[in-house]
């Protein structure tokens, strides 16, 4: 259960903070460059992995965790959290 939150609390930050940037370039006449965007999604991926890779991997792209496992490149019993 813990893994799982884990991964949930992951991806909603990673996205809410990347579309928050995003958001706020629209809403104030692009403030924040397309590289600033980038670098706090970066940012988020980083924060986020250092604080929760202990606890359950930091796979916060389902899609890409899936990709994996389904071409055996990741263990499945990993991949069912």
């Not at 995003?22 to 706090?40: E, K, L, R, W």
């Not at 606890?55 to 899936?66: D, K, L, M, R, Y």
């Amino acid at each position: 259960m813990q893994k799982l939150l884990a991964e949930v609390l992951g991806t909603y930050f990673l996205i809410f903070t990347g579309c928050a940037a995003v958001v706020v370039s629209a809403n104030n006449d692009n403030a924040v460059s397309h590289p600033g965007i980038a670098t706090v999604w970066g940012l988020a991926v980083i924060v986020l992995f250092y604080s929760l890779a202990h606890v359950s991997g930091a796979h916060f792209n389902p899609a890409i965790t899936i990709a994996l496992a389904t071409c055996e490149r990741f263990p499945l019993e990993k991949a069912s959290v």
